[in-house]
């Protein structure tokens, strides 16, 4: 792992501000630390404020997309009877994060509820209820475009749908005791 070197970044790079969800440009030669990378993202700290750098984009930090761990490795083998693997649908959504938090969104309780839907034409919708740890978080729409993208990649599913709700709000109540224990709040 990466977290907490200090790189110079090797050409300019498209990241996001978090919590703001601003795009901005990196430019090259920048000094940036790297504070997470999960998920398939890095977040990254640059001129006192966090930023996302998506894991496509990791040669400007000198570094491989293979060191996220989550290509090759991560794609599930094809269903036989056509029909969407549950477990794998929500192994998937373990690997979609809050950038600002080390634990992904199902065990941080974000994920409501999840279910399939056979569509007219035979294909399988996979339907997503969540939420975020704030309502005005602009982070927001890129976490629910990881989640769509990430799962349209599990074998015989033809489209997704995530509706972000805030009632009921969510509070740590809803995560789970290896969440809680991750961020030291035991």
Same mark, same amino acid.
């Given at each position: 792992?990466?977290?907490?070197?200090?790189?110079?970044?090797?050409?300019?790079?498209?990241?996001?501000?978090?919590?703001?969800?601003?795009?901005?440009?990196?430019?090259?030669?920048?000094?940036?630390?790297?504070?997470?990378?999960?998920?398939?993202?890095?977040?990254?700290?640059?001129?006192?404020?966090?930023?996302?750098?998506?894991?496509?984009?990791?040669?400007?930090?000198?570094?491989?997309?293979?060191?996220?761990?989550?290509?090759?490795?991560?794609?599930?083998?094809?269903?036989?009877?056509?029909?969407?693997?549950?477990?794998?649908?929500?192994?998937?959504?373990?690997?979609?994060?809050?950038?600002?938090?080390?634990?992904?969104?199902? $065990?941080?309780?974000? #994920?409501? !509820? /999840? =279910? +399939?839907?056979?569509?007219? *034409?035979?294909?399988?919708?996979?339907?997503?209820?969540?939420?975020?740890?704030?309502?005005?978080?602009?982070?927001?729409?890129?976490?629910?475009?990881?989640?769509?993208?990430?799962?349209? $990649?599990?074998?015989? #599913?033809? !489209? /997704? =749908? +995530?509706?972000?709700?805030? *009632?009921?709000?969510?509070?740590?109540?809803?995560?789970?005791?290896?969440?809680?224990?991750?961020?030291?709040?035991?």
């Amino acid at each position: 792992m990466n977290s907490g070197r200090l790189i110079a970044v090797r050409r300019d790079v498209d990241a996001v501000l978090i919590p703001l969800g601003t795009p901005i440009v990196i430019p090259a030669g920048s000094q940036v630390r790297i504070t997470q990378e999960l998920g398939g993202s890095y977040t990254v700290a640059v001129g006192g404020n966090l930023a996302r750098i998506e894991g496509k984009d990791a040669d400007a930090l000198g570094l491989d997309e293979r060191d996220l761990g989550a290509s090759e490795a991560s794609r599930p083998a094809q269903v036989p009877d056509g029909d969407v693997d549950m477990d794998e649908v929500w192994r998937v959504l373990k690997t979609c994060y809050d950038p600002e938090i080390p634990v992904n969104i199902v $065990d941080l309780g974000l #994920v409501y !509820d /999840v =279910h +399939v839907v056979e569509t007219d *034409d035979g294909g399988h919708e996979v339907e997503v209820v969540m939420t975020l740890t704030a309502p005005g978080c602009g982070m927001g729409p890129f976490i629910v475009e990881d989640v769509r993208r990430k799962l349209l $990649d599990v074998p015989n #599913v033809t !489209d /997704v =749908h +995530v509706e972000l709700v805030f *009632d009921p709000p969510w509070d740590r109540s809803r995560m789970t005791d290896e969440a809680k224990l991750q961020l030291g709040m035991f």
